[in-house]
């Protein structure tokens, strides 16, 4: 997006606001079903946690995408959208039976990830179709070096614990349509994921009646210069070859599932926020925004580097800049980054802000959430208000106080 139209949205919305751009999601929605237009039966289901804006749910809706989900909420979500039963994959990762119940009730693909719950549903419910996250304990490990481990991850069932999963499956009778990995950041190149595929491969012929095989996500974006970024292209023609090799030596045309979140959204995204405070120490030049990572956690939580861009001075000259919150707790966005220099009052636009930014924000310090506006067909949408102050004290009870004695009283 130019830096003309971010301005005025911060303008016209006020600061701080999450601003997603359409085309962006769309292009990148193209990129990865061209990639695979050679595999007869793909499903794209958008990683609802990435960003769960209800019109964002309903712009994939329009794409054709199905929905990946974790919660029961988010299941409720995607119908609120729009989308049917039979679009949406729920995998959620140690929620209760009765939670999968309900999934289950709603009509939505459930996929399983341990070895208690598979049994519990096998044995409840053996007619309904049921999808197995795997853990293929595949790590990147350096560039291209593969190496095997993460044995510690509490999601998917292991691969080792194959045989317990047949004797679950031919005990209760259950239906096993899907086989399912998500190996999320550990994967970190196409080899690696290859690699992945053909354990889940292998782990496919153990079923004799698959609909689909799910390859998860975890592919890379850009967040700043030098960053990896999975060339999609590649992957797909690889991952297409052997795909349909494997069909063939199944005996059946199984459907390629992918969930991502990120590479659908995260470039789409920018982050608004004006600086209340130039502030000089002895060897640092801090810009404050009216944020915190009670809007924007990941820098802190995960060292992400998210680029920033003054947009209220774009050719400026370039200065050096530690770019932090306002919230009373260390909230750095940036160290010594250089930036167009900074005035108090000037907008900063983070890049990259699209995926697990805003549903990740929190109240903290009881601050509002921001507002989210799209930019769809050259305009700009309001999907979400900024929060007020009532919806600080929503669902607060306030106890009367007065009635110390009385109970002492007792
Ligand atoms: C979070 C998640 C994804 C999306 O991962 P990205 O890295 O955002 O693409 C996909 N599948 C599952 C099961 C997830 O939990």
Known sequence: MNTKTLLQIAEDFGSPVYVYESDKIISQYKRLTAAFNKVKQVKINYAVKALSNISVLKLMHTLGAGLDTV????????????????????????????????????????????????????????????????????????????????????FGISIHQIPHILRIVENTNMNINGIHMHTGSDILDIDVFLYASEILFETAKHFKNLEFIDFGSGFKVPYKKGDIETNIEEFGEKLTNRFNEFCKEYGKELTLAFEPGKFLVSEAGYFLTKVNVVKQ????????????????????????????????????????????????????????????????????????AGAYCFTMASNYNSRYRPAEVLWHNNKAHLIRKRETFDDIMRNQIEIDMSTKEKSNSK
């Open 281 to 352: 120490t002895t060897s640092t030049v801090f810009a404050q925004v009216d944020s915190g990572f009670n809007h924007l956690i990941r820098p802190m939580l995960y060292g992400s580097q998210h680029e920033i861009e003054n947009i209220s001075n774009p050719k400026g000259r370039e200065r050096f800049y530690s770019v932090v919150g306002y919230i009373c707790e260390t909230d750095t966005f940036a160290n010594n980054r250089r930036i167009s220099e900074i005035t108090e009052g000037d907008i900063l636009a983070f890049k990259n």
């Open 71 to 154: 919660s029961i909420q988010e299941v409720k979500l995607g119908l609120s959208a729009g989308f049917s039963a039979d679009k949406i994959i729920y995998t959620p990762n140690g929620v209760s039976l009765e939670e999968i119940e309900i999934a289950a009730k709603l009509g939505v693909q459930i996929n399983i990830d341990n070895l208690s719950i598979l049994e519990q549903f096998g044995t409840k419910y053996p007619k309904i179709p049921v999808c197995i996250r795997i853990n293929p304990h595949v790590m990147a490990g350096g560039n291209t070096n593969i190496s095997v481990g993460h044995i510690d991850s509490k």
